[in-house]
């Protein structure tokens, strides 16, 4: 059987580069078509409320805003403790830290793997539904990244 694999992007659009991973979620359900094993998710804000997706799944690939302290647009890639950087924002939407989330569902003996593919935020505190340039200038190689992860994964991504 294929693993089963969730593509989720988590964040507020309405703070600028927060929303960025549900930015490329759009991305990618305009462009793409992807393999049965594969679920496409824009997570938003939801928090807990995610945990039903994730015990549905094998492997998680979430894109997200990752505070890491580097040079806006830095891409990054997470997983064990360092999943703690994202969704980790202290003035954010997010109502849960995503490790909390994974950590619940381990309790109930279902954890997915998980990694995080991310960007550095310029912009996360200020109300706006656009991505800063740098961000946006920046989005389809977090998209081309998360991609690899899948098909490394065992699911594909097919473009339309």
């Not at 992807?34 to 492997?59: A, C, Q, R, W």
Request: charged fraction near 25%.
């Amino acid at each position: 059987m294929d693993k089963r694999i969730l593509l989720l992007g988590v964040g507020n659009l309405l703070y600028s580069d927060e929303g960025l991973g549900v930015h490329a979620v759009k991305h990618l359900e305009e462009g793409y078509a992807f393999s049965p094993n594969v679920t496409l998710m824009d997570g938003g804000v939801m928090g807990k409320v995610l945990m039903n997706e994730l015990i549905e799944h094998d492997h998680v690939i979430v894109m997200d805003a990752v505070l890491g302290g580097e040079a806006p647009g830095t891409l990054y890639r997470l997983e064990d403790e360092g999943l703690r950087k994202s969704l980790g924002f202290k003035d954010s939407q997010h109502d849960v830290d995503f490790v909390d989330t994974l950590i619940s569902c381990e309790i109930i003996g279902r954890r997915p793997s998980a990694v995080v593919i991310g960007m550095e935020p310029q912009d996360w505190k200020n109300m706006s539904v656009e991505l800063t340039p740098v961000c946006a200038e920046k989005l389809p190689e977090l998209i081309r990244h998360a991609l690899a992860e899948l098909e490394a994964a065992g699911g594909t991504a097919t473009p339309l």
